[in-house]
Protein backbone atom coordinates (compact mmCIF):
# COMPACT_ATOMS: atom_id res chain seq x y z
CA UNK A 1 0.00 0.00 0.00
CA UNK A 2 1.55 3.46 -1.06
CA UNK A 3 0.90 6.34 1.80
CA UNK A 4 -0.35 9.77 0.73
CA UNK A 5 0.33 13.27 1.63
CA UNK A 6 -0.39 16.04 0.90
CA UNK A 7 -2.28 17.42 -2.60
CA UNK A 8 -1.04 19.73 -4.75
CA UNK A 9 2.09 20.21 -3.34
CA UNK A 10 5.13 19.40 -4.65
CA UNK A 11 7.67 21.48 -6.98
CA UNK A 12 8.25 18.25 -9.54
CA UNK A 13 8.12 19.14 -13.32
CA UNK A 14 8.68 17.23 -16.15
CA UNK A 15 9.60 18.93 -19.41
CA UNK A 16 8.75 16.12 -22.05
CA UNK A 17 10.23 17.77 -25.39
CA UNK A 18 13.92 17.38 -23.37
CA UNK A 19 13.09 13.66 -22.64
CA UNK A 20 15.72 11.16 -24.10
CA UNK A 21 13.70 8.10 -23.09
CA UNK A 22 16.24 6.96 -21.34
CA UNK A 23 13.85 5.66 -18.26
CA UNK A 24 16.30 6.35 -15.56
CA UNK A 25 13.69 8.15 -13.56
CA UNK A 26 11.04 5.24 -13.51
CA UNK A 27 13.96 3.49 -11.84
CA UNK A 28 15.47 5.44 -9.22
CA UNK A 29 11.94 7.01 -8.23
CA UNK A 30 10.99 5.11 -4.95
CA UNK A 31 7.33 6.23 -5.48
CA UNK A 32 6.76 5.41 -9.02
CA UNK A 33 6.28 8.53 -9.83
CA UNK A 34 6.71 8.35 -13.52
CA UNK A 35 5.89 6.04 -16.38
CA UNK A 36 7.86 5.54 -19.78
CA UNK A 37 5.05 5.55 -22.27
CA UNK A 38 6.98 4.43 -25.79
CA UNK A 39 10.07 7.07 -26.05
CA UNK A 40 8.56 9.58 -23.08
CA UNK A 41 8.92 9.82 -19.49
CA UNK A 42 5.61 10.94 -17.76
CA UNK A 43 4.29 11.98 -14.49
CA UNK A 44 2.08 9.40 -13.16
CA UNK A 45 1.52 9.99 -10.18
CA UNK A 46 2.81 13.69 -9.17
CA UNK A 47 1.75 13.69 -5.54
CA UNK A 48 3.06 10.41 -4.87
CA UNK A 49 7.01 12.64 -4.72
CA UNK A 50 8.20 13.14 -1.83
CA UNK A 51 10.58 15.68 -3.71
CA UNK A 52 14.42 13.63 -3.05
CA UNK A 53 15.42 15.33 -6.35
CA UNK A 54 16.63 11.43 -7.53
CA UNK A 55 15.58 11.98 -10.94
CA UNK A 56 16.50 15.53 -11.48
CA UNK A 57 19.41 14.48 -10.08
CA UNK A 58 19.95 11.43 -12.58
CA UNK A 59 18.38 13.12 -16.24
CA UNK A 60 21.16 14.12 -18.31
CA UNK A 61 18.99 15.80 -20.98
CA UNK A 62 17.41 17.64 -17.86
CA UNK A 63 14.11 17.54 -18.43
CA UNK A 64 13.16 16.93 -14.85
CA UNK A 65 13.28 19.66 -12.16
CA UNK A 66 12.34 19.50 -8.72
CA UNK A 67 13.01 21.45 -5.54
CA UNK A 68 14.72 18.62 -3.91
CA UNK A 69 14.75 18.43 -0.07
CA UNK A 70 14.49 16.38 3.20
CA UNK A 71 10.51 16.52 4.27
CA UNK A 72 11.77 16.59 8.13
CA UNK A 73 10.17 18.58 10.37
CA UNK A 74 13.32 19.82 11.88
CA UNK A 75 14.98 20.73 9.16
CA UNK A 76 11.60 23.06 8.33
CA UNK A 77 11.82 24.19 11.96
CA UNK A 78 15.99 24.82 11.96
CA UNK A 79 14.93 26.78 8.77
CA UNK A 80 11.79 28.86 9.58
CA UNK A 81 13.75 29.89 12.75
CA UNK A 82 16.76 29.75 12.39
CA UNK A 83 17.46 27.07 15.45
CA UNK A 84 20.53 25.56 15.91
CA UNK A 85 19.43 21.76 16.53
CA UNK A 86 20.93 18.77 16.99
CA UNK A 87 19.29 17.80 13.40
CA UNK A 88 20.32 18.10 9.91
CA UNK A 89 24.09 19.22 10.36
CA UNK A 90 26.69 16.96 9.83
CA UNK A 91 26.06 14.75 12.90
CA UNK A 92 22.33 14.47 12.33
CA UNK A 93 20.66 11.40 13.67
CA UNK A 94 18.41 11.27 10.04
CA UNK A 95 16.01 8.14 11.88
CA UNK A 96 15.84 6.31 8.68
CA UNK A 97 18.02 3.79 9.62
CA UNK A 98 18.28 0.39 8.49
CA UNK A 99 15.12 0.67 6.35
CA UNK A 100 17.18 0.38 3.16
CA UNK A 101 20.91 -0.63 3.02
CA UNK B 1 37.20 7.89 15.42
CA UNK B 2 39.84 8.39 18.10
CA UNK B 3 41.49 4.90 17.69
CA UNK B 4 41.41 5.21 13.86
CA UNK B 5 44.89 4.45 13.23
CA UNK B 6 45.54 0.96 14.96
CA UNK B 7 48.26 -0.86 12.37
CA UNK B 8 46.82 -4.03 11.14
CA UNK B 9 48.84 -6.45 12.61
CA UNK B 10 48.17 -9.03 9.73
CA UNK B 11 48.70 -6.60 7.10
CA UNK B 12 52.64 -6.44 8.30
CA UNK B 13 52.89 -9.93 8.79
CA UNK B 14 52.19 -10.08 5.27
CA UNK B 15 54.35 -7.81 3.92
CA UNK B 16 57.56 -8.79 6.31
CA UNK B 17 57.21 -12.44 4.64
CA UNK B 18 55.91 -11.80 1.08
CA UNK B 19 58.29 -11.60 -1.37
CA UNK B 20 56.39 -10.98 -4.41
CA UNK B 21 52.68 -9.47 -4.49
CA UNK B 22 53.10 -7.44 -1.11
CA UNK B 23 51.42 -4.50 -2.37
CA UNK B 24 50.81 -2.29 0.13
CA UNK B 25 46.85 -1.50 0.54
CA UNK B 26 45.66 1.89 -0.05
CA UNK B 27 43.01 1.28 2.36
CA UNK B 28 43.02 2.74 6.09
CA UNK B 29 40.92 0.38 7.32
CA UNK B 30 41.65 1.80 10.93
CA UNK B 31 40.57 -0.55 13.54
CA UNK B 32 38.85 -3.04 11.68
CA UNK B 33 41.02 -5.80 12.15
CA UNK B 34 39.59 -6.20 15.57
CA UNK B 35 36.13 -6.33 14.86
CA UNK B 36 33.91 -9.06 14.70
CA UNK B 37 32.72 -8.88 11.52
CA UNK B 38 36.01 -9.70 9.80
CA UNK B 39 36.96 -12.84 8.61
CA UNK B 40 40.29 -13.30 7.51
CA UNK B 41 42.10 -11.10 4.70
CA UNK B 42 42.63 -12.53 1.33
CA UNK B 43 45.64 -10.87 -1.30
CA UNK B 44 44.27 -9.06 -4.38
CA UNK B 45 45.94 -6.82 -6.78
CA UNK B 46 44.95 -3.72 -4.90
CA UNK B 47 46.75 -5.41 -2.22
CA UNK B 48 44.80 -6.99 1.49
CA UNK B 49 41.62 -6.74 1.86
CA UNK B 50 39.53 -8.02 4.18
CA UNK B 51 36.57 -10.67 3.91
CA UNK B 52 33.16 -9.73 6.03
CA UNK B 53 30.82 -11.99 7.76
CA UNK B 54 27.78 -12.34 6.20
CA UNK B 55 25.82 -13.35 9.73
CA UNK B 56 25.79 -11.10 11.85
CA UNK B 57 26.66 -12.10 15.24
CA UNK B 58 24.88 -10.81 19.30
CA UNK B 59 27.25 -8.49 19.85
CA UNK B 60 26.22 -6.84 16.07
CA UNK B 61 22.44 -7.28 17.17
CA UNK B 62 23.28 -5.29 20.95
CA UNK B 63 25.27 -2.31 18.80
CA UNK B 64 21.85 -2.13 16.35
CA UNK B 65 19.64 -1.73 19.71
CA UNK B 66 21.53 0.81 21.36
CA UNK B 67 21.90 2.55 18.28
CA UNK B 68 18.08 2.71 17.71
CA UNK B 69 18.09 4.19 21.75
CA UNK B 70 20.62 6.80 20.32
CA UNK B 71 23.18 5.51 22.51
CA UNK B 72 26.39 5.72 20.67
CA UNK B 73 24.66 6.57 17.48
CA UNK B 74 27.07 9.33 15.78
CA UNK B 75 29.83 6.94 16.04
CA UNK B 76 28.44 3.92 14.89
CA UNK B 77 31.18 3.58 12.06
CA UNK B 78 32.39 1.06 9.48
CA UNK B 79 36.20 1.77 8.26
CA UNK B 80 35.59 3.03 4.55
CA UNK B 81 36.98 0.79 1.95
CA UNK B 82 36.85 -2.36 0.25
CA UNK B 83 35.88 -5.56 1.59
CA UNK B 84 35.43 -9.38 0.27
CA UNK B 85 32.48 -11.15 0.64
CA UNK B 86 33.23 -14.76 0.08
CA UNK B 87 35.67 -15.53 -2.59
CA UNK B 88 35.23 -12.54 -5.29
CA UNK B 89 37.42 -12.04 -8.37
CA UNK B 90 37.45 -9.57 -11.00
CA UNK B 91 34.71 -9.78 -12.90
CA UNK B 92 32.31 -10.29 -9.45
CA UNK B 93 30.29 -7.17 -8.93
CA UNK B 94 30.86 -4.11 -7.04
CA UNK B 95 28.13 -3.31 -4.08
CA UNK B 96 28.44 -0.09 -2.74
CA UNK B 97 27.47 1.08 1.00
CA UNK B 98 27.29 3.66 3.59
CA UNK B 99 29.51 3.65 6.86
CA UNK B 100 27.04 3.37 9.51
CA UNK B 101 26.95 0.10 10.63
CA UNK B 102 23.38 -0.56 11.01
CA UNK B 103 23.60 0.12 7.08
CA UNK B 104 26.66 -2.02 6.36
CA UNK B 105 25.39 -4.71 8.89
CA UNK B 106 21.89 -4.57 6.94
CA UNK B 107 23.84 -5.29 4.20
CA UNK B 108 26.10 -8.07 4.83
CA UNK B 109 23.62 -10.39 6.25
CA UNK B 110 21.98 -10.91 3.08
CA UNK B 111 24.96 -11.48 1.50
CA UNK B 112 26.02 -14.97 2.33
CA UNK B 113 26.73 -17.53 0.11
CA UNK B 114 27.83 -14.84 -2.48
CA UNK B 115 31.24 -13.72 -3.89
CA UNK B 116 31.21 -10.03 -4.33
CA UNK B 117 33.34 -6.64 -3.60
CA UNK B 118 31.49 -3.72 -1.38
CA UNK B 119 32.41 -0.53 -1.60
CA UNK B 120 31.82 1.53 1.84
CA UNK B 121 31.97 4.83 1.05
CA UNK B 122 32.20 7.64 3.62
CA UNK B 123 28.96 8.90 4.64
CA UNK B 124 30.05 10.11 8.30
CA UNK B 125 28.17 7.24 9.85
CA UNK B 126 24.73 8.38 8.10
CA UNK B 127 22.57 5.96 6.66
CA UNK B 128 22.25 5.76 2.87
CA UNK B 129 18.96 8.11 2.18
CA UNK B 130 19.71 10.65 4.61
CA UNK B 131 23.03 10.58 3.53
CA UNK B 132 22.12 11.26 -0.31
CA UNK B 133 19.52 13.50 0.88
CA UNK B 134 22.34 15.83 2.14
CA UNK B 135 25.15 15.05 -0.29
CA UNK B 136 27.04 12.76 2.18
CA UNK B 137 26.35 10.07 -0.01
CA UNK B 138 26.90 11.57 -3.13
CA UNK B 139 29.27 12.00 -6.68
CA UNK B 140 32.13 12.93 -5.49
CA UNK B 141 32.62 10.75 -2.43
CA UNK B 142 31.71 7.56 -5.05
CA UNK B 143 34.72 9.13 -7.28
CA UNK B 144 37.04 9.79 -4.31
CA UNK B 145 36.79 5.99 -2.99
CA UNK B 146 36.91 4.05 -6.51
CA UNK B 147 39.97 6.46 -6.65
CA UNK B 148 41.44 5.82 -3.26
CA UNK B 149 40.94 2.42 -3.62
CA UNK B 150 42.25 1.45 -6.88
CA UNK B 151 39.17 -0.23 -8.13
CA UNK B 152 39.80 -0.30 -12.02
CA UNK B 153 43.21 -2.38 -11.28
CA UNK B 154 40.81 -4.73 -9.54
CA UNK B 155 37.86 -5.69 -11.70
CA UNK B 156 37.35 -5.56 -15.24
CA UNK B 157 33.21 -5.11 -15.20
CA UNK B 158 33.69 -1.53 -14.33
CA UNK B 159 30.43 -1.41 -12.93
CA UNK B 160 29.07 0.18 -9.50
CA UNK B 161 25.88 -1.17 -7.85
CA UNK B 162 24.45 1.38 -5.97
CA UNK B 163 21.48 1.16 -3.38
CA UNK B 164 18.48 2.85 -5.15
CA UNK B 165 17.98 4.91 -2.54
CA UNK B 166 21.40 6.89 -3.04
CA UNK B 167 20.00 7.96 -6.15
CA UNK B 168 19.31 11.57 -4.50
CA UNK B 169 23.38 12.00 -3.87
CA UNK B 170 24.77 10.02 -7.02
CA UNK B 171 24.74 11.34 -10.72
CA UNK B 172 25.25 8.28 -12.25
CA UNK B 173 26.24 9.69 -15.87
CA UNK B 174 28.93 12.08 -13.54
CA UNK B 175 30.09 9.12 -11.83
CA UNK B 176 30.75 7.28 -15.07
CA UNK B 177 32.24 10.17 -17.00
CA UNK B 178 34.99 10.82 -14.40
CA UNK B 179 35.09 7.50 -13.13
CA UNK B 180 34.94 5.31 -15.89
CA UNK B 181 32.53 3.17 -13.73
CA UNK B 182 28.89 2.69 -14.67
CA UNK B 183 26.32 3.24 -11.98
CA UNK B 184 23.39 0.58 -11.82
CA UNK B 185 21.02 1.18 -9.40
CA UNK B 186 20.09 -2.21 -7.64
CA UNK B 187 17.13 -2.42 -5.32
CA UNK B 188 16.02 -0.60 -2.11
CA UNK B 189 16.09 -3.27 0.26
CA UNK B 190 19.28 -5.22 0.57
CA UNK B 191 17.22 -8.33 0.71
CA UNK B 192 16.95 -8.32 -2.84
CA UNK B 193 19.99 -8.38 -3.87
CA UNK B 194 20.68 -11.88 -4.38
CA UNK B 195 17.72 -11.77 -6.69
CA UNK B 196 18.68 -8.56 -8.48
CA UNK B 197 22.31 -10.25 -9.21
CA UNK B 198 20.81 -13.26 -10.40
CA UNK B 199 18.56 -11.52 -12.87
CA UNK B 200 21.24 -10.24 -14.38
CA UNK B 201 21.05 -7.07 -12.20
CA UNK B 202 18.19 -6.20 -13.04
CA UNK B 203 15.42 -5.02 -10.48
CA UNK B 204 11.25 -5.62 -10.49
CA UNK B 205 9.07 -3.31 -9.89
CA UNK B 206 8.46 -4.24 -5.95
CA UNK B 207 12.18 -4.32 -5.63
CA UNK B 208 12.38 -0.69 -6.23
CA UNK B 209 9.25 0.29 -3.74
CA UNK B 210 10.11 1.84 -0.18
CA UNK B 211 7.92 -0.21 1.65
CA UNK B 212 6.87 1.41 5.47
CA UNK B 213 5.19 -1.22 7.49
CA UNK B 214 4.19 -1.47 11.07
CA UNK B 215 7.90 -2.83 11.90
CA UNK B 216 9.76 -0.28 9.86
CA UNK B 217 7.75 2.31 11.66
CA UNK B 218 8.48 0.60 15.23
CA UNK B 219 11.80 0.74 15.39
CA UNK B 220 12.31 4.38 14.64
CA UNK B 221 10.14 5.46 17.64
CA UNK B 222 12.63 4.87 20.36
CA UNK B 223 15.24 7.24 18.95
CA UNK B 224 12.41 9.84 18.93
CA UNK B 225 11.54 9.09 23.01
CA UNK B 226 14.74 9.13 23.70
CA UNK B 227 15.04 13.05 22.71
CA UNK B 228 11.67 13.55 24.70
CA UNK B 229 13.07 12.57 27.95
CA UNK B 230 15.17 16.04 28.62
CA UNK B 231 12.07 17.99 27.84
CA UNK B 232 9.66 15.36 29.95
CA UNK B 233 11.58 16.23 33.01
CA UNK B 234 11.94 19.62 33.31
CA UNK B 235 7.66 19.78 32.61
CA UNK B 236 7.71 17.07 35.81
CA UNK B 237 9.56 19.63 37.77
CA UNK B 238 7.13 22.45 36.54
CA UNK B 239 4.59 20.23 37.87
CA UNK B 240 6.07 19.38 40.74
CA UNK B 241 6.31 23.07 41.78
CA UNK B 242 3.23 24.12 40.86
CA UNK B 243 1.90 21.60 43.44
CA UNK B 244 4.74 22.59 45.64
CA UNK B 245 3.89 26.56 45.45
CA UNK B 246 -0.60 25.65 45.66
CA UNK B 247 0.62 23.62 48.91
CA UNK B 248 2.57 26.35 50.74
CA UNK B 249 0.52 29.08 49.64
CA UNK B 250 -3.07 27.06 51.59
CA UNK B 251 -0.70 26.82 54.21
CA UNK B 252 -0.95 23.01 54.46
CA UNK B 253 2.09 20.79 55.71
CA UNK B 254 4.50 20.11 53.78
CA UNK B 255 4.94 15.78 52.79
CA UNK B 256 7.00 15.15 49.94
CA UNK B 257 5.99 11.64 49.03
CA UNK B 258 2.43 13.20 48.62
CA UNK B 259 3.94 15.82 46.44
CA UNK B 260 5.60 13.63 44.36
CA UNK B 261 3.12 11.25 44.50
CA UNK B 262 0.47 14.04 42.79
CA UNK B 263 3.24 15.26 40.57
CA UNK B 264 2.95 11.74 38.61
CA UNK B 265 -0.52 11.69 38.54
CA UNK B 266 -0.67 15.04 37.51
CA UNK B 267 1.85 13.79 34.76
CA UNK B 268 -0.29 10.96 33.13
CA UNK B 269 -2.19 12.59 30.97
CA UNK B 270 0.61 14.62 29.11
CA UNK B 271 2.64 11.66 29.60
CA UNK B 272 0.13 9.36 27.13
CA UNK B 273 0.04 12.31 24.74
CA UNK B 274 3.83 11.92 24.38
CA UNK B 275 3.47 8.26 23.84
CA UNK B 276 0.50 9.15 21.24
CA UNK B 277 2.29 11.30 19.13
CA UNK B 278 5.46 9.21 19.10
CA UNK B 279 4.38 6.17 19.48
CA UNK B 280 0.51 5.19 18.58
CA UNK B 281 0.75 7.51 15.58
CA UNK B 282 3.75 6.29 14.20
CA UNK B 283 2.21 2.16 14.82
CA UNK B 284 -1.50 3.33 13.49
CA UNK B 285 -0.27 5.58 10.56
CA UNK B 286 -1.68 4.30 7.56
CA UNK B 287 -5.10 3.38 9.67
CA UNK B 288 -5.68 7.58 10.81
CA UNK B 289 -7.39 9.88 9.27
CA UNK B 290 -6.28 12.63 6.98
CA UNK B 291 -3.51 12.91 4.79
CA UNK B 292 -1.72 15.86 7.07
CA UNK B 293 0.47 14.30 10.03
CA UNK B 294 -0.04 16.96 12.56
CA UNK B 295 -4.25 16.09 11.83
CA UNK B 296 -3.65 12.09 12.75
CA UNK B 297 -1.71 13.19 15.77
CA UNK B 298 -4.42 16.10 16.96
CA UNK B 299 -7.57 12.71 16.03
CA UNK B 300 -5.51 10.66 18.37
CA UNK B 301 -4.48 13.23 20.66
CA UNK B 302 -8.56 14.23 21.08
CA UNK B 303 -9.29 10.51 21.41
CA UNK B 304 -6.68 10.56 24.58
CA UNK B 305 -7.93 13.64 25.98
CA UNK B 306 -11.65 11.75 26.06
CA UNK B 307 -10.21 8.71 27.35
CA UNK B 308 -8.59 10.16 30.52
CA UNK B 309 -11.01 12.56 30.92
CA UNK B 310 -13.72 9.78 31.09
CA UNK B 311 -12.05 6.96 32.45
CA UNK B 312 -9.55 8.50 34.81
CA UNK B 313 -9.66 12.14 35.29
CA UNK B 314 -12.97 12.54 36.13
CA UNK B 315 -12.29 14.87 39.07
CA UNK B 316 -10.68 17.08 37.04
CA UNK B 317 -12.39 20.43 37.40
CA UNK B 318 -13.20 23.19 34.01
CA UNK B 319 -9.59 24.53 33.58
CA UNK B 320 -8.03 21.40 33.97
CA UNK B 321 -10.04 20.03 31.70
CA UNK B 322 -9.63 22.43 29.61
CA UNK B 323 -5.59 22.19 29.89
CA UNK B 324 -5.94 18.44 28.60
CA UNK B 325 -7.97 19.09 25.54
CA UNK B 326 -5.59 22.12 24.78
CA UNK B 327 -2.06 20.72 25.40
CA UNK B 328 -2.54 17.05 24.99
CA UNK B 329 -3.92 17.14 21.20
CA UNK B 330 -0.67 20.02 20.67
CA UNK B 331 1.89 17.69 21.91
CA UNK B 332 0.83 14.76 20.09
CA UNK B 333 0.07 16.97 16.79
CA UNK B 334 3.48 18.43 17.11
CA UNK B 335 5.57 14.73 17.88
CA UNK B 336 3.47 13.66 14.71
CA UNK B 337 4.59 16.39 12.50
CA UNK B 338 7.83 15.69 13.99
CA UNK B 339 7.82 12.10 12.21
CA UNK B 340 8.10 13.36 8.81
CA UNK B 341 11.50 13.29 9.24
CA UNK B 342 11.56 9.71 9.69
CA UNK B 343 8.45 8.79 7.14
CA UNK B 344 9.57 7.61 3.57
CA UNK B 345 7.30 9.35 1.67
CA UNK B 346 6.90 13.30 2.88
CA UNK B 347 8.03 16.23 0.57
CA UNK B 348 9.36 18.98 1.84
CA UNK B 349 7.26 21.29 0.31
CA UNK B 350 4.19 19.38 2.14
CA UNK B 351 5.80 20.01 4.94
CA UNK B 352 6.65 23.28 4.78
CA UNK B 353 2.83 23.74 4.16
CA UNK B 354 1.82 21.96 7.21
CA UNK B 355 4.07 23.64 9.17
CA UNK B 356 3.53 27.21 8.45
CA UNK B 357 -0.62 26.27 8.91
CA UNK B 358 0.06 24.40 12.40
CA UNK B 359 2.26 25.25 14.10
CA UNK B 360 0.83 28.47 15.22
CA UNK B 361 -2.36 26.56 16.44
CA UNK B 362 -0.65 24.29 18.60
CA UNK B 363 1.79 27.10 19.65
CA UNK B 364 -1.48 29.08 21.11
CA UNK B 365 -3.56 26.15 21.99
CA UNK B 366 -0.27 24.92 23.97
CA UNK B 367 0.51 28.24 25.71
CA UNK B 368 -3.56 28.62 26.95
CA UNK B 369 -3.42 24.90 28.01
CA UNK B 370 -0.33 25.71 30.24
CA UNK B 371 -1.77 28.99 31.35
CA UNK B 372 -5.33 27.12 32.34
CA UNK B 373 -3.38 24.44 33.64
CA UNK B 374 -1.31 27.15 36.09
CA UNK B 375 -3.88 28.75 37.13
CA UNK B 376 -6.06 25.63 38.16
CA UNK B 377 -3.50 24.78 41.17
CA UNK B 378 -4.59 28.31 42.74
CA UNK B 379 -8.09 28.17 42.87
Redesign the interface.
Known amino acids: ???????N???LELDQNKCNGCG?CT??????VFTLNGKVSSIEDRD????????A??C?PGAVSV???????????KD?YNIKS???D???????????? | MSEGQTKLPMVDDHQADSCCAGKQSAIDYGNAAEAGWVNGLIETAIGPVYRINTTLESRDLLGSFKARWGVGRMSYIVPPGLYAVGNPDQSSPVLVSANYKLSFDSLRRELSGLNLWVLVIDTKGINVWCAAGKGTFGTEEVIRMVNVTRLHELVLNKTLIMPQLSAPGVTAFEVRRRSGFKVIFGPVRAADIPAFLKAGNRADKAMRRTCFGLLDRLVLTPVELTALVKPLIYFTLFLFLLNLVSVLLVGDSFQPVFLIGQTFFDLAPFLGAVLVGAVFVPALLPYLPGRALSWKGLVLGLIWAFIYKGLLGSEAGLLETASYFLIIPAVAAFLSINFTGSTTYTSLSGVVKEMKFTLPLIIAAAGLGLIALTISYFI
Do not use: H, W
Not at chain 1, 90 to 101: A, N, R, V
Open positions: MKFRYLKVVTLEVCPQQACLECGACRNARAGVGCAYAVLMRCCDDCGCSLDGIQY
